[in-house]
Structures are given as C-alpha cells and as structure tokens.
C-alpha cells in the first residue's frame, strides 16, 4: 500500500477538488467499488443478518438489512471526517463497553434466529413479516462494532486524503501477484463513491442469491437461519470474551 498523507481528513476534504480528471476516474471508479466488495462480503454477523432476512423474509428484507449495515458505514465516515470516532480508540473503557454490548446483541440475536429457524422448519409456527426489522438490527449491530470504527480510522481515512493505493493488496483474489495492478488516487469523491456503490452492489445482489437459492432449494431457509444463529453465536462470545 502506498499512501500519501495530509495533516486531517478536513484538509483532504477542501482538496477533493483538485485532482483526477477524464479517464483516470475510471480505475479510482472501480477502485472505490472493489474496496466496498472487500469490505461488505468477507462473512461475518452482518452478512449473518442479511442472509437470515432473506432466506426468511424475501429480498426486501435481506435488502433492508444491508441497508442498515451501509447506513452505519456512512455515518462513520462522517464521523471519521470530523475527527469525532477517534474516540472510541483513543478510549479503551468505551470500546470495551462497545464490543460487550456489540456481543450481547449478537447472542439475542442469534437467539431470534434460532426462533426463526425453528418456526421455518415447522409450518405450524408464523414468522413475523416485519420486513424493516433487519434494518435496525443490522444498524445497532454496526454502530456497537468497534472494529467497524477503527477501519474508518485506517483505511477509511486513507482513501479520504490525497495520494495513491493500489487496491489489490486490499482484494484477495487480486493481491496474489498483481502488485500495483490497480493503483488509483485517493481523496476524490469518485472514489468514495465508487465505494459505498461496490457496498450497494452487494446488499442488492447477495440477497437476490440467497432468495434465488431458497426459491429452489425447500429447506434452505431454516438451514440459512440456522446458519446465521451460529455465525451470530460464536462472533457474540468472542466479543463477550474480548470485552471481559
């Protein structure tokens, strides 16, 4: 990674204007989309959320889910922006607080989940067709997530000041011997933009799988949810276990 940095993300703000310009948007463009891909795909409680709404509820929910999720991501950048989320670092006892709680949701959670499963499974049980429910746990979920924060904090407020990256030491499938293969400019807004529209991408296209799956296979949906519970399960104790 090759950064170029200023003195805040303030300074890099009053210097979005200047810049790339003609072709060169195309790379940072697609640089900004592929870094959303990385972030929003990797498994983990979020996509946890995601997949349980959809399998559950239909691509609305699996959607609004997701929603929560990147609703969450722009507030922290607004919040890395004006410099406010360094606190929680620069505060070991608020991101203690944030990763135990961020754990105790996710075990209520996954305990909801199990529910599901369970009502799925059995035709004799309804499943609650609240579709803006995954929305707010997705979003609570996020904004307890300490780790979500300290992205913001690197690599976030990297992309935020002027310089350049190269995108595929942050892409698996990429970094294996493709150094300097996309390297673009940091601090424009074409970038940023790019980003949360790779995040876009996925929380409309990963929910359309999992539905297009369910729609095909009957038993998908409990197993999904059941899924999701464990998912939700083992990030919950880890973070009780990280916070005590």
């Given at each position: 990674m090759h950064l170029t940095l200023v003195s805040s993300p303030l300074d890099a703000l009053a210097s979005l204007s200047t810049g790339v310009g003609g072709l060169a948007l195309l790379p940072t463009a697609l640089g900004g989309v592929l870094f959303g891909l990385a972030l929003a795909a990797p498994p983990g409680p979020m996509n946890a959320v995601i997949a349980e709404e959809s399998a559950v509820r239909g691509w609305r929910a699996g959607f609004f889910a997701g929603l929560g999720a990147m609703t969450a991501d722009a507030c922290f950048f607004v919040l890395a922006v004006l410099g406010v989320a360094a606190v929680v670092t620069e505060t070991p006892g608020l991101r203690r607080v944030m990763i135990g709680a961020g754990g105790l949701l996710m075990l209520w959670f996954a305990y909801g989940a199990v529910r599901e499963a369970h009502a799925v499974a059995t035709a004799d049980h309804a499943v609650d067709?609240?579709?803006?429910?995954?929305?707010r746990k997705a979003l609570v979920l996020a904004l307890t997530n300490p780790y979500q924060v300290a992205f913001w904090l690197t690599v976030g407020v990297g992309l935020l000041e002027p310089g350049t990256v190269d995108v595929a030491?942050?892409?698996?499938?990429?970094s294996a011997g493709a150094t300097d293969a996309l390297v673009v400019q940091t601090g424009h807004p074409v970038l940023m933009g790019g980003f949360f529209g790779g995040i876009a991408l996925w929380i409309t296209g990963f929910p359309a799988a999992i539905v297009a799956a369910r729609n095909r296979v009957e038993r998908l949906a409990p197993l999904v949810a059941w899924v999701?519970?464990?998912?939700?399960?083992a990030t919950g104790v880890l973070?009780?276990?990280r916070a005590l």
């Open positions: 067709d609240d579709q803006s429910r995954g929305f030491s942050f892409v698996p499938a990429l999701s519970a464990a998912v939700l399960a973070f009780v276990v």
